[in-house]
């Protein structure tokens, strides 16, 4: 099982502060496979960015995607109050299909 | 626009089982794979497995075999999954979502499942 570690757990960001959120993974995914979900308390997951680097639609421009093999983030360039959440990396690269435990992000 | 409403929420008691249903629309049903995914309360997410309505094929994650029965009607367009023998540690919410391209791309609303006496 490729499992994915996401650092940190907790998070907490100034409205217009960057912030950076990694995922490594215990084995090499490809980053076609390499994919992020936001949640937001009590609501569904929702693809946030696929493929490691392409927006989802209706996803911010301030967000982005970087990475490859075992090492991947998601940038904030400038927070704003609607990106509290929690961010989940997932790869698809074998199986099972594994999730990181999440980086929740709370805004000051 | 692509839906996947998902059944209301279960209250069972433990050894029992319960079905889940997920409702698509807005898409060719039978075109993509829908994915299981288990959320329990504050914790990560856990996928269970997935079906191609298509073909009715399946695949499951290790840890649910014989726990999770995936099933799909396709004069329904509506996917399902049985959860057997059920303990405490099944409560949880659990979602549907729709593979759009080796990621998920529409997800249920989720469904609650709550075991207890």
Redesign the interface.
């Known amino acids: 099982e490729n499992v994915l570690t996401q650092s940190p757990a907790i998070m907490s960001a100034s409205p217009g502060e960057k912030v950076t959120m990694t995922c490594r993974a215990s084995s090499s995914v490809s980053s076609?496979?390499l994919?992020w979900?936001q949640q937001k308390s009590g609501a569904?997951?929702?693809?946030w960015i696929?493929?490691t680097s392409n927006l989802?639609s209706g996803v911010p421009a301030r967000f982005s995607g970087s990475g490859s093999g075992t090492s991947y983030s998601l940038t904030i360039s400038s927070v704003e109050a609607e990106d509290a959440a929690t961010y989940?990396c997932?790869q698809?690269s074998g199986?099972?299909?594994?999730?990181?435990?999440?980086t929740k992000l709370e805004l000051k | 626009q692509v839906q996947l409403q998902q059944s209301g929420p279960e209250l069972v008691k433990p050894g029992a089982s319960v079905r889940i249903s997920c409702k698509a629309s807005g898409y060719t049903f039978t075109s993509y794979y829908i994915h299981w995914v288990k959320q329990r309360p504050g914790q990560g997410l856990e996928w269970i497995g997935w079906i191609y309505p298509g073909n009715v094929n399946t695949k499951y994650n290790e840890k649910f075999k014989g726990k999770a029965t995936l099933t799909a009607d396709k004069s329904s367009s509506t996917a399902y999954m049985q959860l057997s023998s059920l303990t405490s540690e099944d409560s949880a919410v659990y979602f549907c979502a729709r593979e759009g391209g080796n990621y998920l791309d529409y997800w249920g609303q989720g469904t609650t499942l709550t075991v207890s006496s």
Do not use: I
């Not at chain 1, 569904?44 to 693809?47: G, Y």
């Not at chain 1, 299909?97 to 999440?102: P, S, V």
């Open positions: 076609s496979y994919h979900y569904s997951p929702k693809l696929y493929s989802a989940y997932q698809y199986y099972p299909l594994t999730f990181g435990a999440g």
